[in-house]
């Protein structure tokens, strides 16, 4: 265990899990979270997810990738990935690095990022009625 | 009446042009030999005095272009500092975002655009759209007489990354030479979602306002049997 290995928390709160990164991650702490955050999903049955990057100064090719993979992966699972408070800076090295998450939320806050997944799942509820 | 030559005198004459052309090279410019006596080397001293006259004018010609040169000179530069600091003002100027009605930002975009600018232009708005918490913002190109290749990825770039932050961002006032140029250029805007005027561009906004206003309020209706538990 190093310094890097600093658990990142992923709270449980009615359908929805939240994880928000407050450090700045190593690549393999990035791994390590996708699949924890997955196995809480099964273990949950959570309907969204809404992760929270709103204090990252950057965000690498890597995680960035971390990302958009794991909203794809959830998806597979029915659960909708939203990531929450993007910096600008953040927003333009991304599009620099020509990773433009498609198919990603995104929101600009965590009650935004909220009200988009009740929206997603009220009109899913509305479908099945 | 000429007076003989008389070498003695002439050693002391001698000694007397040289003491005051020293004085004369050391900056004192009111040196003159000024000699009362009148012979064949009189001439010389007199040639001295009007050559020491001469240097004295150009002298004060000189400095006096000098200063007004200088005076120029900083003239010059306190317009180049103006015209600086004015070409600043210009680039935050000439992208003000503004909010218009609750959750709608506008940055209306006015003469041509190069990638400086654009550049000043994406970080100003994502900024705003952190700043104010508006999930929709309008870039009215109205104002934008020609666009290159550059600057149609820089607008491209900016409405991706206002995506990222979570707000949508839509393109308003494609002139017909702009449109030509995009599809001639193969820029692909079909991500984009563009409207012709920015009154369409309003309306839908504020449709998309109301929308999310109604699923706000559908939201709040109980499925009982799927909150509870």
């Keep these: ?129 | 009446m000429k007076e003989s030559f008389n070498v003695k005198n002439l050693k002391n004459r001698i000694d007397r042009i040289e003491d005051i052309l020293a004085s004369v090279a050391a900056g004192d410019m009111e040196a003159r030999i000024g000699s009362d006596i009148e012979d064949d080397f009189s001439g010389i001293e007199a040639a001295i005095d009007l050559l020491i006259n001469d240097l004295t004018d150009e002298l004060r010609e000189r400095a006096k272009v000098q200063k007004e040169l200088e005076s120029r000179l900083s003239k010059i530069q306190e317009q180049q500092k103006t015209i600086l600091q004015q070409q600043e003002d210009l680039l935050e100027l000439s992208s003000p975002v503004s909010k218009v009605w609750d959750n709608i930002l506008i940055l209306p975009v006015i003469g041509t655009l190069d990638s400086q600018r654009t550049q000043v232009m994406m970080e100003n708005l994502l900024q705003k759209i952190v700043d104010t918490g508006c999930t929709i913002s309008i870039l009215d190109i109205t104002g934008v007489p020609t666009v290159d290749t550059q600057v149609a990825n820089h607008l491209l770039k900016t409405v991706t990354a206002a995506r990222l932050l979570g707000a949508e961002c839509i393109i308003s006032g494609i002139s017909p030479a702009i449109a030509q140029t995009i599809v001639h250029l193969g820029i692909d805007l079909s991500a984009i979602r563009t409207k012709a005027t920015l009154q369409d561009a309003m309306i839908y906004s504020m449709k998309q306002n109301k929308r999310s206003e109604e699923v706000k309020a559908l939201a709040n209706i109980s499925f009982p049997n799927e909150n509870e538990g």
Excluded: C, W
């Excluded at chain 1, 995680?63 to 927003?91: C, E, F, N, Y």
């Excluded at chain 1, 498609?102 to 009650?111: C, F, R, S, Y």
């Design chain 1, 1 to 129: 265990m190093n310094q890097y290995e600093k658990r990142i928390p992923i709270i449980k709160i009615h359908d929805y899990l939240i994880v928000p990164i407050q450090v700045d991650m190593h690549d393999k702490q990035a791994i390590q979270l996708q699949s924890q955050i997955l196995e809480e999903i099964a273990r949950t049955r959570a309907k969204g997810v809404l992760i929270d990057i709103s204090v990252l100064e950057m965000v690498d090719s890597f995680i960035g990738r971390m990302l958009s993979g794991m909203a794809s992966m959830a998806a597979i699972m029915d659960t909708s990935v939203v990531i929450v408070g993007m910096q600008p800076a953040v927003a333009i090295t991304l599009v620099e690095l020509g990773l433009e998450m498609p198919g990603v939320d995104t929101a600009l806050n965590m009650e935004k990022g909220m009200e988009m997944l009740e929206r997603k799942l009220n009109t899913r509820k509305i479908d099945t009625y």
